[in-house]
């Protein structure tokens, strides 16, 4: 099982989609619909001993905030301490935080970043981008040999050119993989119209110009880890059976809060209507996305209905989710049409399989 715990609510930086749109979120509605549990403190108080009983060898325990190396302590504590695997989702500004022997042992890292210098400084704050590329390649001279992750948050429509712009850096041996998201349906005041639609053209277009390079490149023999590329191709290929979100959220994933209690998902950790169970009772229960739009989808056995949160909160008027969908389903027609070329030429022997084999719900949400 992978679970997330947020180790505080705090984050050392003010993105644009995060901090800037949170801010100018005043009121969306969710204070009526959802119940907010109020008592949940701002860093995680689970005791330790709790933790160290409840995870097993073979669980993921993935660090996650607010930003988790704000409190390096506490992951030092918990490394030292709890037997079972670790992974972190980080801004990487703060990596230094932690010694290389601890950070050797967290095996899989997702840290944001939106493409080149100029689009991560722009969403992330100047600086950002050369401090974080700095960290990494410290990091890999210091021996670091785990998955780097870089996970992006869209919101410009040049995929294709920041994705180019990020596999370079899985060639000079920085990142190992790269996933991305689109910032839509998430916030009720952003969403517009007819902007909305001209992203949606020109990101399909450039969905279909980088899934063009990708199955290029495999014809020569490379595999590009991008992962919702290589997740939905698991998934029509039938080499993953799961029809659930394809985050695991819900059912192969769920979060520990700062109170201990276990939610479906780290967005709505102190949402009670989301709470699974708590680090005493275990997982009482699953949950998963019932709205009809997606169950009578055709798409919903690869898709899984996207997200939790986005599917519940409905942000966006119908029109604005009937568009996203447009996008997922665009990503997914194109991927199914070259998946036959790809198993042949894996038939061929000039890509293996295990090229596009992953660990499931570690983070990459895989449908954007
Ligand atoms: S494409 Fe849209 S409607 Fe279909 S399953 Fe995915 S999120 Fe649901
Ligand atoms: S995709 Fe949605 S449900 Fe899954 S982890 Fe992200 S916010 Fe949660």
Not at 47 to 59: I, V
Not at 341 to 368: C, S, T
Request: charged residues 30%; proline residues 4%.
């Amino acid at each position: 099982m992978h679970y997330h715990i947020i180790l505080t609510e705090t984050c050392n930086l003010k993105c644009k989609y995060c901090y800037e749109k949170s801010m100018q979120e005043f009121d969306n509605g969710l204070g009526e619909k959802w119940d907010y549990d109020e008592s949940t403190p701002f860093d995680s108080t689970i005791p330790l001993g709790k933790l160290k009983s409840f995870l097993k060898p073979d669980d993921t325990l993935i660090f996650y905030g607010g930003e988790p190396f704000v409190k390096s302590d506490r992951i030092k504590e918990i490394i030292d301490n709890v037997n079972c695997k670790f992974a972190i989702q980080t801004n990487g500004v703060l990596l230094k935080r932690l010694p290389i022997n601890y950070i050797k042992k967290i095996d899989k890292m997702l840290i944001s970043i939106d493409g080149d210098k100029a689009r991560t400084d722009s969403n992330r704050g100047n600086g950002v981008y050369d401090l974080v590329i700095k960290n990494l390649r410290e990091l890999r001279s210091s021996g670091y040999t785990g998955e780097i992750v870089a996970r992006m948050t869209v919101s410009a429509p040049d995929l294709f050119e920041q994705v180019r712009y990020l596999a370079d850096l899985i060639d000079q041996g920085i990142f190992s993989s790269i996933h991305w998201q689109i910032d839509a349906g998430f916030y009720k005041f952003d969403f517009d119209e007819e902007k909305f639609k001209k992203f949606v053209s020109m990101y399909n277009s450039s969905i279909d110009k980088l899934l063009r390079w990708w199955v290029e490149k495999i014809r020569d023999g490379k595999v590009y880890r991008l992962y919702p590329f290589i997740g939905i191709l698991n998934r029509l290929a039938g080499r993953d059976f799961e029809t659930g979100l394809p985050c695991g959220s819900g059912y192969r994933n769920f979060t520990f809060n700062t109170l201990g209690k276990l939610s479906a998902c780290p967005i709505m950790n102190s949402v009670k209507n989301f709470y699974c169970g708590s680090i005493d009772e275990g997982i009482k229960k699953d949950i998963h996305v019932t709205d009809e739009k997606c169950t009578k989808c055709n798409y919903f056995k690869i898709c899984g209905g996207r997200c939790l949160y986005w599917r519940d909160a409905k942000l966006w008027p119908p029109e604005g989710d009937e568009a996203i969908c447009t996008t997922i389903k665009f990503l997914i027609g194109s991927i199914s049409q070259h998946s036959k070329e790809i198993a042949k030429l894996e038939g061929e022997g000039v890509v293996r399989w295990e090229d596009f084999d992953y660990e499931k719900y570690f983070g990459p949400e895989i449908i954007p």
